[in-house]
């Protein structure tokens, strides 16, 4: 039988969960119906269930045989702030939120293995089941962990699964070292001195500061950050002054960003240059500066023995589809907040083609149900080659 075929009966009843969490996305913090199913059927499987880290956070637990190592395996729960405008019978009921990150899916395939192994117990150690709540920008990661995740719950590996469009469902990416950037926000203020639009010389003009420091922004990632170490900063707000009022130059501009990097240096340098940039451009202007950095999520870097394990797994289940080379990306996951205290492997999931541009976070986006079957097995796979039996 084939790692695929072992869990044919139990795609109906997952398939039909999955869809129901999509059909009622919740946001971060809020996932207390999601949670409310998962502890049900982690229950219903025998699984020693812990509820409330994170708030709407669930740890189950397996204990089987008396092997000592202990891993968990990670599913994010929460669905995004956006509407979702495809036409689909599990369209999101919720006005404003829809799951167009996968999360439902993730969810449903942590179950799914969840389940297989409290039946068929074919290893010797502890699995924890995390299911995390707000992954998306709300610190649901860091909160666990604040929460005591892992001196409640130790683990000697922690494992991530995040679905991929663009790959096939019968492909997984398994790849040591850098695979989400960190992200960060900064803001800066430019305090300048108000005036008449007509009589600039009376005032201090913040908006050409802000347009001569948003011009410059780009300088920090082509002449500072060494090229050979990918760098993203990006301007995404500016407030300045009143579109009523035009004839009216503003005391103050008000921009914010994002900064990205894969490297705690690289990551460093962005801080001190966009701060920098800030306050020279100010004095440059004779007007004052106000800067915050930010640090939110720090970079996801797989571990070389964990990838490996995780690398075997996969290779079992997909053979000659499992992908050892595999583009990094700009994006964030505070996943990266387990892997600071346990050795971590996240891997990529095919989701099938990006059927008319529906990438992540796309109000078209829907996770591929072809892929519950591929992710479970890996799951399975991973825990039972992992955790033998002696």
């Known amino acids: 039988m084939t790692p695929l075929a072992r869990f044919g009966n139990d795609l109906p009843f997952l398939t039909t969960l999955r869809r129901d969490l999509h059909a009622h996305p919740e946001l971060g913090f809020e996932e207390e119906r999601t ?3 998962v502890v049900r059927h982690l ?13 709407t956070g669930v740890v189950g637990t397996l204990q089987v045989g008396n092997g000592t190592r202990r891993i968990g395996l ?19 009921t919720v006005p404003g939120k829809m799951h167009a990150c996968g999360h439902d899916g993730h969810t449903v395939m942590l179950l799914g293995a969840a389940r297989h192994l409290a039946e068929t117990r074919d290893f010797s150690g502890t699995v924890h089941f995390i299911f995390q709540p707000a992954e998306e920008g709300r610190g649901g990661a860091k909160r ?9 719950f130790p683990c000697d590996a922690v494992y991530g699964l995040h679905n991929m469009p ?15 950037a960190s992200s960060d926000s900064w803001r800066v203020m430019f305090q300048g001195v108000g005036t008449h639009g007509a009589k600039p010389h009376l005032g201090r003009d913040p908006i050409t500061a802000a347009g001569s420091f948003l011009a410059a922004l780009q300088s920090i990632v082509g002449r500072v950050v060494d090229p050979l170490q990918p760098a993203v900063v990006s301007a995404c707000s500016v ?4 579109p009523k009022a035009l004839n009216v130059i503003p005391d103050l501009v008000e921009i914010g960003g994002t900064a990205r990097a894969y490297s705690a240096h690289v990551r460093d340098q962005l801080e001190e240059e966009i701060g920098r940039l800030a306050t020279g451009t100010a004095a440059m202007f004779g007007i004052e500066a106000n800067y915050h950095f930010i ?10 023995d964990t ?20 583009p990094p990306s700009t994006a964030g996951d505070d996943f990266s907040f387990f892997a600071a205290h346990v050795p971590g492997c996240y891997v990529w999931l095919g989701n099938g083609p990006a059927v008319d541009g529906a990438l992540h976070h796309n109000t078209s986006y829907d996770f591929n149900d072809d892929a519950i079957a591929s992710g479970v097995a890996f799951w399975t796979t991973l825990v039972e080659q992992e955790l033998a039996a002696e």
């Open 43 to 55: 229950e219903e499987a025998g699984i020693t269930v812990h509820r409330g880290l994170g708030k």
């Open 166 to 180: 663009g790959l096939d469902v019968d492909e997984m990416a398994v790849v040591e070292g850098p695979q989400l």
């Open 239 to 242: 407030q300045a002054g009143d």
């Open 74 to 92: 990670r599913a994010d729960m929460d669905a995004l702030a956006m509407p979702e405008i495809a036409d689909r019978p599990y369209q999101s």
């Open 307 to 326: 990838t490996r394990r995780a690398l075997k797994a996969a290779q079992s289940v997909f053979g000659e589809r499992t992908r050892t080379t595999f």
């Open 35 to 37: 949670s409310a199913l």
């Open 295 to 304: 640090r939110r999520i720090p970079p996801v870097i797989n571990d070389a």
């Open 144 to 152: 666990m962990v604040e929460d005591g995740l892992f001196d409640l």
